[in-house]
């Protein structure tokens, strides 16, 4: 429905009632610009069917049913929909994951409801809501201008205008034949300074942005590079199930010319079928979905929310860490810890800088310099009795700022700022400048953050300068602020550089600050720091090579962190950035993780980034790409045990039409795959998704991002063990077989051994670092990995001493043979255990 300033009623000062926005949610829809399709169950269904595997099966049951053999072909259609079971409650409980992470993330904005100011999601937003906007807020819709103060908005998204707009208040915008009004703010448009109230007029798919910017809410993703390696691996298993189909199909017809036609051409579809379902890896999918879905909810529960999916992959290839001083590394707890007076008294001093810090303010440095005002006698209802007159705003390019208070009478000017730039509209003689500039560098050597006081008496406000640099000050002197480092920072710093990951130190601090503080905690900077100035004369190709050695940049301003990244990234870094306010929003898209800061961090800086950082601490940076680690190398291990445990099943399909024996001999028939599967599916997807972090997690230095998944060394031990499998459980069969034995118990001796190697297989696969037995150890008090074993050991029992038996075309084994499996499953895997052993030995020797 059309949403306009005509037809929505006007509100109050007290806002909307929760019950008058209800209602309006329901007449108006949610604030977005294409409501959110979620797919049905019966879509899903459709879709997990659609997949070759269960085509397959059900190609498979309805053979049984045309071979006149209806009670396999019902067997098989209920371990279709067991296993279709298994992947809708999988795939549920995998959308209901991101969808908490999603609302998590979801940006919010303040508006007055009963009276009151409330945090509320942005897609809850209706027209009549009063938004309270601020700095770093993304307007959500659009709405017209009640009050502001100072109020810059940036519209480059919608107007393509890259300078700010300074709006107005409703009535106070001067006629003009432009769209745009500055007595209005739009969806989609960035508050760069200021605050306001904006009475909402238009929501969703009718606000301008919703207008101009509809197509791209409905554009497709790009697949993550994860996602494009397992599809190719799909395919490939695929097109050679294909052609082994078609070879084992045509091998079967030429072996039974003693059948009917009929039947010929059902045993060689059935034939060729098996071996099919046997080569494809369905379970890949679901590996990468689950793994990483569940990898992010671990995350969040760690204080690292994820926004984009793929950054949990890109984590453990991270190689340089790009973080801001401030409340990254340090505990963004300041507080005035010396002060040198260059003329008149240090209670001037100490007024000057109070009288120089917004009223009403947010910044921790104001914070604590108002708090020393206050321990020092200087009140701030006496500090801010007079009238702010003037006010000189602090940018990135000046550095400093100031206020003209008229103090009953007499004008005065507070200013404040980096002693450089305080320094240059200061009347200083040589010798006093040398001796304020050795006080600065004295302080900053002490690790403290230094700034500027000066002062200004005009005659009167028509002597007052339009802006700050036109100023002539007398220097009151310097303070010194300490922000202590977090605690443990130092050790997280040294596990950064034990895994190969470089620390890069942004601030706007000046460089002996920045160096003080680099070398408290451990930064190799070597002493050398760029400033942002320097940075500004270098070009592209010299950034390049100043970046592949120097950790510290200081005095840098929004716009120089994008250079850094970029010069980075060329270099062939993977680069993490952290960022909060609203300029350090292109610099975190471009970085390849962007890393935005939950607690100070702007509206704009979470939209933009792929992580928040919900509590602003840099050991939380450190644990996340840890996880990150864990998270791939468990992905790894999975893809590793799904392509093992299918080579005996695959050869085992295949060796048998070739070596003549009869189709109803075979050691595996659709029916015992499906029962594989069965076991494959929550051993890959559950049990290994929670293995814990290899000891040496953080002791190796961060993967290649172009590296394949499969790897060469991954691909020949999963080769090398799957055969060995494969051995132990066509040999059996084959023994068993060929000495006389009923079919059916030779088929039971191989598929046993196959169904007690998994279990083998999951301990020996767990870790690269540990033992089978110490990863045993480790996850004995797991309850999910005893539900797996006494489930497989259950599933085992169940096919072989039960009535199921029969149905399977099993037959119970005795304990001898039981125990000779059991013997065959453990050879067939814990021989890698030797391997392990000698490459760890070889660890420990060099």
Not at 285 to 309: C, D, H, N, Q, Y
């Amino acid at each position: 429905m059309t949403t306009n300033d005509q037809d929505v009623t006007r509100t109050g000062e007290q806002g909307l009632t929760t019950e008058e926005a209800r209602r309006r949610q329901e007449r108006y829809g949610r604030n977005e610009l294409a409501p959110q399709k979620r797919e049905g169950f019966a879509t899903k269904l459709l879709h997990i069917l659609c997949e070759p595997m269960f085509l397959l099966l059900i190609v498979a049951a309805v053979i049984y049913f045309i071979l006149g053999e209806p009670r396999d072909g019902a067997i098989m259609l209920v371990f279709v929909v067991g296993i279709i079971t298994i992947d809708v409650v999988q795939e549920w409980k995998t959308d209901k994951t991101l969808a908490a992470l999603k609302d998590l993330s979801a940006p919010h904005v303040t508006v007055i409801r009963d009276g009151r100011e409330q945090d509320i999601a942005s897609v809850e937003v209706v027209p009549g809501d009063l938004m309270m906007l601020c700095e770093g807020v993304k307007v959500p819709a659009d709405g017209i201008v009640v009050r502001c103060a100072d109020l810059c908005v940036d519209e480059s998204s919608l107007t393509g205008e890259s300078l700010g707009v300074w709006k107005v208040p409703e009535g106070m915008a001067e006629p003009s034949g432009d769209h745009w009004h500055r007595d209005w703010c739009y969806a989609g448009t960035l508050v760069t300074q200021g605050t306001a109230t904006v009475e909402v007029s238009r929501i969703g798919p009718e606000t301008e942005y919703g207008r101009i910017g509809l197509g791209v809410a409905s554009a497709p993703d790009e697949p993550a590079p994860l996602k494009r390696q397992t599809d190719r691996l799909v395919r490939t298993c695929a097109i050679i199930a294909g052609v082994l189909f078609v070879l084992v199909g045509v091998f079967t017809w030429f072996d039974l010319t003693d059948h009917a036609p009929v039947d010929r051409l059902v045993e060689s579809v059935l034939s060729g079928v098996t071996l099919a379902m046997a080569m494809i890896p369905e379970e890949f999918p679901v590996i990468l979905t689950v793994f990483l879905s569940m990898g992010a909810w671990r995350l969040a529960r760690e204080k690292t929310l994820v926004r984009k999916l793929p950054s949990v992959e890109t984590l453990g290839a991270v190689s340089v860490l790009c973080v801001d001083k401030t409340g990254t590394i340090t505990m963004n707890r300041m507080s005035v810890q010396e002060t040198w007076v260059a003329s008149g008294s240090e209670h001037d001093l100490l007024e000057t800088m109070g009288l120089g810090c917004e009223t009403d303010t947010y910044d921790p440095m104001e914070k604590a310099m108002l708090a020393c005002c206050d321990e020092h006698g200087i009140k701030r209802d006496d500090l801010f009795a007079g009238e702010l007159v003037r006010e000189y705003a602090f940018t990135n390019e000046l550095k400093m700022m100031g206020h003209v208070w008229d103090r009953g009478g007499s004008l005065v000017i507070a200013a404040k700022g980096s002693p450089e730039r305080i320094l240059g509209v200061c009347d200083l003689a040589p010798d006093a400048r040398a001796d304020a500039e050795g006080r600065v560098e004295e302080l900053s050597s002490q690790g403290l953050r230094v700034i500027a006081i000066a002062k200004g008496e005009p005659v009167d406000e028509a002597s007052v300068p339009e802006d700050i640099t036109s100023c002539h000050l007398t220097l009151l002197g310097v303070v010194g602020l300490a922000d202590p480092p977090r605690e443990g920072v130092e050790a997280d710093i040294a596990e950064c550089r034990r895994a190969g990951i470089r620390v890069v130190m942004i601030t706007g601090d000046n460089g002996v600050t920045a160096s003080a503080i680099a070398r408290r905690v451990g930064i190799a900077s070597d002493g050398e720091v760029i400033t942002g100035d320097e940075l500004e004369g270098m070009g592209d190709d010299e950034l390049r090579k100043a970046v592949r050695h120097v950790s510290v940049f200081s005095r840098v301003i929004p716009e120089h962190k994008m250079r850094i990244v970029k010069a980075l990234k060329e270099n062939g870094e993977v680069v993490a950035m952290t960022g909060d306010g609203v300029n350090d929003a292109p610099a975190l898209k471009y970085a390849d993780i962007g890393i935005a800061m939950g607690k100070r961090g702007s509206e704009v800086s979470r939209e933009a980034a792929d992580l928040i950082l919900m509590d602003d601490n840099f050991a939380t940076i450190v644990r996340a790409v840890s996880d990150g680690r864990r998270i791939y190398d468990n992905i790894r291990k999975a893809v590793g045990y799904v392509f093992t445990i299918h080579i005996p099943i695959a050869f085992s399909a295949l060796l048998g039409p070739f070596l003549g024996i009869a189709p109803a001999a075979l050691l595996l028939l659709p029916l015992h795959v499906v029962l594989l599967e069965v076991m494959i599916d929550p051993t890959c997807s559950v049990v290994l998704e929670r293995q814990p972090a290899e000891r040496d997690v953080m002791d190796r230095p961060p993967r290649d991002p172009a590296e394949e998944m499969l790897t060469r060394g991954l691909l020949a031990r999963s080769v090398a063990m799957g055969l060995t499998v494969f051995a132990a459980a066509f040999g059996s069969y084959w023994v068993l077989l060929s000495g006389g034995a009923d079919a059916r118990v030779a088929r039971a001796m191989g598929l046993a051994v196959i169904m007690l190697a998994n279990l083998f297989l999951v301990q020996v696969i767990s870790s690269e670092s540990d033992s089978a037995l110490v990863s045993a150890r480790r996850l004995a008090g797991d309850w999910v990995m005893w539900a797996v074993v006494a489930g497989t050991l259950a599933l085992l029992a169940a096919i072989l001493y039960s009535p199921l038996s029969g149905f399977l075309k099993l037959a119970p084994l005795t304990a001898e043979q039981a125990l000779v499996a059991l013997a065959l499953a453990a050879a067939s895997v814990l021989w890698y255990e030797v391997v392990k052993a000698v490459r760890r030995n070889g660890a420990r020797a060099s």
